[in-house]
Nanobody, 118 residues
Framework: VQLQASGGGLVQAGGSLRLSCAAS????????FGWFRRAPGKEREGVSW????????HDVDSVRGRFTISRDNDLNTVRLQMNDLKPEDTAVYYCAAREFYRSDWKYWGQGTQVTVSS
């Protein structure tokens, strides 16, 4: 299984970015996906996750209403649309996958840097 995250970059506060996670080696329907981030000097935190069929999503309070997670199982891709970005969103963002019946995130991508300037 491989997860390849992309789409990070440098953006001004209030701007938008869209992250993508390309998955291979797994059956998409059987996996929930999540986006996590680690800011400098902070613990890794979960940002958003989405169920295998895409019908259920969850966002952490700090991004709710600004970030939207989605998936296209036919394209083996999970995306995170990030709008109204804030400097505190600056972090390395990782995508992760787990079988729908598990609670631990088994597979991780390599991370993509998001930097939001004020």
């Amino acid at each position: 299984v491989q997860l390849q995250a992309s789409g990070g970059g440098l953006v001004q506060a209030g701007g938008s970015l869209r992250l993508s996670c390309a998955a291979s080696g797994l059956r998409m329907d059987d996996y929930a996906f999540g986006w996590f981030r680690r800011a400098p000097g902070k613990e890794r935190e979960g940002v958003s996750w989405i169920s295998g069929n895409g019908r259920t999503t969850h966002d952490v309070d700090s991004v709710r209403g600004r970030f939207t997670i989605s998936r296209d199982n036919d394209l083996n891709t999970v995306r995170l649309q990030m709008n109204d970005l804030k400097p505190e969103d600056t972090a390395v963002y990782y995508c992760a996958a787990r079988e729908f019946y598990r609670s631990d995130w088994k597979y991780w991508g390599q991370g993509t840097q998001v930097t939001v300037s004020s």
